[in-house]
C-alpha cells in the first residue's frame, strides 16, 4: 500500500513531532506540580534522559507516546501500513533502548515511571492520572507503568 502523502509533506508532518514538551509531558508535569512536587526535565547525565527527574527521591518518569514507543496493546500503537519492516525494526529498537535506559537507571538505584500518552489522551484516564501518579510516587515499588489500561482496570476494582 503506497503512502497516501507526498514524501515532501510526510517529511515536514514527521519533522513537526515533539521530542520533549509533548502535550502529554504537560498533562504529566502540570498534575506533579499541582501536588507540590518540583522536578528537572530532561535529565542528560542520566541513562535515557528522562523527561522528568525527581533527584531528591531518586524518580524518573518517562512520558512515552504509544506509537513511537510500542505500547503494546494499546489503540494509538498501530504499526504503519507501509514500510512495515522499517517500522517494525525502529520501533523494536526504541523499546529495547528504553529498557536499556530503564535497567541502568534501576542500577543507580533510581526508580523508573512510564506514563503512557494513552493515559493522557482518554478523558476518563486523564481524570484518574493525578492519584495514580500520587499512589506510585509514594510507594515503593520500583519500576512502574501507567496507562489507560491500568488505570481502566483500577477504576473496575
Known amino acids: 500500500m503506497a503512502d497516501?502523502?507526498?514524501p515532501a509533506k510526510r517529511s515536514q508532518m514527521m519533522s513537526g513531532i515533539k521530542g520533549k514538551n509533548s502535550l502529554p509531558e504537560m498533562v504529566v508535569r502540570k498534575a506533579l506540580f499541582a501536588m507540590g512536587h518540583r522536578f528537572r526535565l530532561h535529565r542528560h547525565?542520566?541513562?535515557?534522559?528522562?523527561d522528568?527527574?525527581?533527584p531528591g527521591r531518586n524518580i524518573a518518569i518517562f512520558v512515552h507516546g504509544c506509537f513511537w514507543h510500542?505500547?503494546?496493546?494499546?489503540?494509538?500503537?498501530?504499526?504503519?501500513?507501509t514500510r512495515t519492516e522499517f517500522w517494525t525494526a525502529k520501533l523494536q529498537g526504541n523499546v529495547e533502548r528504553d529498557?536499556?535506559?530503564?535497567?541502568?537507571?534501576?542500577?543507580?538505584?533510581?526508580?523508573v515511571l512510564n506514563v503512557?500518552?494513552?493515559?493522557?489522551?482518554d478523558p476518563e484516564a486523564a481524570a484518574d492520572l493525578p492519584e495514580?501518579?500520587?499512589?506510585?510516587?509514594?510507594?515503593?515499588?520500583?519500576?512502574?507503568?501507567i496507562s489507560a489500561q491500568s488505570l481502566a482496570?483500577?477504576?473496575q476494582a
Open 4 to 6: 497516501v502523502v507526498s
Open 45 to 50: 547525565d542520566l541513562p535515557g534522559t528522562p
Open 52 to 54: 522528568i527527574a525527581m
Open 70 to 81: 510500542a505500547h503494546q496493546g494499546c489503540k494509538y500503537a498501530k504499526t504503519p501500513s
Open 99 to 111: 529498557r536499556r535506559a530503564a535497567n541502568k537507571l534501576a542500577e543507580m538505584g533510581w526508580r
Open 116 to 121: 503512557w500518552e494513552c493515559s493522557t489522551r
Open 132 to 145: 495514580a501518579l500520587r499512589q506510585w510516587i509514594d510507594s515503593d515499588v520500583r519500576v512502574g507503568e
Open 153 to 155: 482496570a483500577a477504576r
